[in-house]
Each structure stands twice: as C-alpha cells, then as structure tokens.
C-alpha cells in the first residue's frame, strides 16, 4: 500500500484547481480596431489574443485531469493506473497528483499520439 499522505494530496489538488479555475478565468483581450500603419501592432494583439487562447485550453484540459483525480481520490482508486491497473509509484503521484497512468502507459499513451 502507498506511503502517500492522502490529506495532503488532496489539498495539493484542491490548490492546482483553484490556480487552474482562475486562469481559466481571466478575461482575454479581443484585438483592438485596426487603423492605417498598424499592422504590426494588429498583429502582436491577434498574436497575443491567440496564446491567451491556447493557454486557456490548456488549463482547461489540465483541470478536466485534476477533476478526474478528485474523483478517483474519493471512489478509492487513486494510485492505480488506468490502462494496467498497476500502483502509480509515489515518486510520480508527488510530482503530479493528477497522474492517471504509470510511467511505462504513460509513454505508450504518448507515443501511440505521434
């Protein structure tokens, strides 16, 4: 059984959620009206608005993970790998408490995605 402090886990979840539901938040600027001679700055505002964007998603998809831990703490299944059923080691789930899968799944997953 895992030596993991599952009070702690769960309060480091809580804290990434928290982080996560306000970067999700933030109001992301829409590019200001265009004028003559300001292309350049119409530019770096599409620029800017399109990796606000991305970066929403991506905390996003990042709190759909941390949910899913949450989930898992509370249904007694955390620690387990999704795909082998295997424990997560601790060392993993202390560095990314929303680690669904073991390392060895986890690089298949991510090479069967290339």
Not at 9 to 23: K, Q
Not at 83 to 98: F, N, Q, V
Not at 108 to 113: E, L, S, T
Request: charge should be negative; include cysteine; charged fraction near 25%.
């Amino acid at each position: 059984m895992s030596d993991l402090d599952l009070t702690a886990v769960r309060a480091a979840l809580h804290e990434e959620r928290a982080r996560l539901l306000a970067d999700v938040e933030e109001t992301i600027q829409a590019p200001g009206q265009m004028t003559y001679g300001s292309q350049a700055a119409a530019a770096t505002q599409v620029f800017e608005q399109q990796r606000d964007l991305a970066l929403r998603d991506r905390a996003n998809q990042h709190l759909e993970l941390v949910d899913a831990a949450l989930v898992r703490l509370d249904a007694g299944a955390f620690g387990t790998c999704l795909r082998c059923g295997k424990p997560i080691p601790d060392g993993r789930l202390e560095a990314l408490p929303w680690a669904a899968h073991c390392i060895d799944c986890q690089s298949a997953i991510d090479h069967d995605r290339r």
